[in-house]
């Protein structure tokens, strides 16, 4: 049996930051992970090149029960903070679009630097170990495929349900309800939604058409692309709205965010345009605005239409409503809504409140960011954070 002063499952994002911050404290770090390879959920994240945080990272971009409770880890490492250390390891990024940053090269550089940063405080990590039990008297008790090791705090870093395929389990959801803790409902969150069979028979021929929206779910809006895929609907927009979205609820899509849409047929008023046509010179493809007028005025001509359908097509077009069947699952979702109830830790040190030296950070927390590297710059600001504490 060996014994550490602080042991975490989970070497992912949250994993490797909260072991590098407290081994640098002079913590003994023991770093689990059920993985043969570190850090795969870095390794594929922005294609290959880590959108590793967001200049306007805040808590507002933030879901949670308590919106309040990412604020104090968010202020103890900021994005700026994760920036500062990306610089200071010669990491060269850029910035795509709305505060993401990007590495210029590969993702391999974030996991690299963290797992340097691990090895030079001498964090003693393990991959492809099963954790079978866990177990607390006056300290927790692991016992593993490589034998029993104990601690005085465990940190829990186990991700969500998002992405089965590289590994994602309900490992660390368990182990909260284990030790009390309750969890908030969970649901993929960052998805693309599906399609009911009408509106799939009617859109499914313009997989791979991309437009610029305004995508609104309830009160929330997010103005971006959305892409038409065989099975419904994905892009920016809708993956950020369907965090928000709940079963039985209707998006609100605004085709023509950038239009007056009345103004501009009353503009073509006496053109002999097909609509389809008028429309398509708004930036729609021609096929897109031909489907999406199949069930409204497929061939009525601009001139033909009076003040009244104008006014009428115009409400449509900046309030086109669509009502997902549901969503792609877990195995399409970038992260996991819900998790461990906030109500349940300390916000100043991700501890629970009522076990002490237990820890939960990242994904399997009830905290979910926007898409664009919100999610990311949780898990480098709980994981500091329960790396001073634990």
Avoid at 25 to 36: I, K, N
Avoid at 257 to 284: H, I, K, N, V, Y
Wanted: charge should be neutral; aromatic fraction near 8%; proline fraction near 3%.
């Amino acid at each position: 049996m060996a014994y550490f002063d602080v042991i975490i499952i989970g070497a992912g994002a949250a994993g490797l930051m909260c072991a590098a911050t407290a081994a640098q404290r002079g913590r003994s770090v023991l770093l689990l992970d059920h993985a043969g390879k570190l850090a795969e959920k870095i390794r594929i994240s922005g294609g290959g090149r880590c959108n590793f945080t967001n200049t306007h990272a805040r808590p507002e971009c933030y879901l949670s029960e308590n919106p309040h409770f990412c604020r104090s880890a968010l202020s103890q490492f900021s994005a700026q903070d994760f920036i500062r250390l990306v610089e200071r390891h010669g990491i060269a990024y850029h910035e795509k679009t709305l505060g993401q940053l990007f590495c210029d090269e590969s993702s391999q550089q974030i996991i690299d630097m963290l797992d340097g940063l691990c090895r030079e405080a001498r964090v003693d990590r393990r991959m492809g170990v099963t954790v079978e039990t866990v177990e607390r008297s006056d300290r927790f008790r692991l016992q593993t495929s490589l034998g029993v090791f104990e601690s005085a705090a465990l940190v829990v870093a186990t991700g969500g349900l998002s992405i089965p395929q590289i590994g994602a389990t309900a490992f660390g959801y368990r182990l909260a309800e284990q030790f009390g803790l309750a969890l908030t409902p969970l649901a993929p969150a960052l998805v693309p939604l599906t399609f009911h069979v009408d509106d799939a028979a009617r859109f499914a021929p313009l997989a791979g058409v991309s437009l610029d929206v305004e995508a609104r779910c309830g009160k929330t809006r997010f103005r971006e692309s959305v892409l038409f895929t065989h099975k419904g609907l994905s892009g920016p927009a809708i993956l950020q709205a369907s965090s928000y979205w709940s079963p039985g609820q209707e998006l609100e899509i605004d085709l023509l965010p950038e239009l007056d849409a009345e103004a501009f047929l009353q503009e073509r008023e006496g053109s002999e345009q097909l609509l389809a046509t008028a429309l398509a010179e708004t930036g729609w493809p021609k096929r897109f605005a031909q489907a999406w007028l199949d069930s409204v005025d497929a061939n009525v001509r601009v001139k033909d239409l009076s003040g009244k359908r104008r006014r009428q097509l115009a409400e449509m077009l900046h309030h086109w409503r669509v009502k997902p069947n549901g969503t792609q699952g877990y195995k399409k979702a970038e992260v996991t809504r819900g998790g461990v109830s906030t109500r349940d830790l300390s916000s100043k040190t991700m501890m629970a409140k009522d076990v002490p030296g237990l820890f939960f950070i990242g994904e399997v927390v009830d905290v979910t960011g926007w898409l664009g590297g919100y999610n990311f710059q949780w898990a480098w600001s709980s994981g500091f954070v329960a790396g001073e504490n634990c």
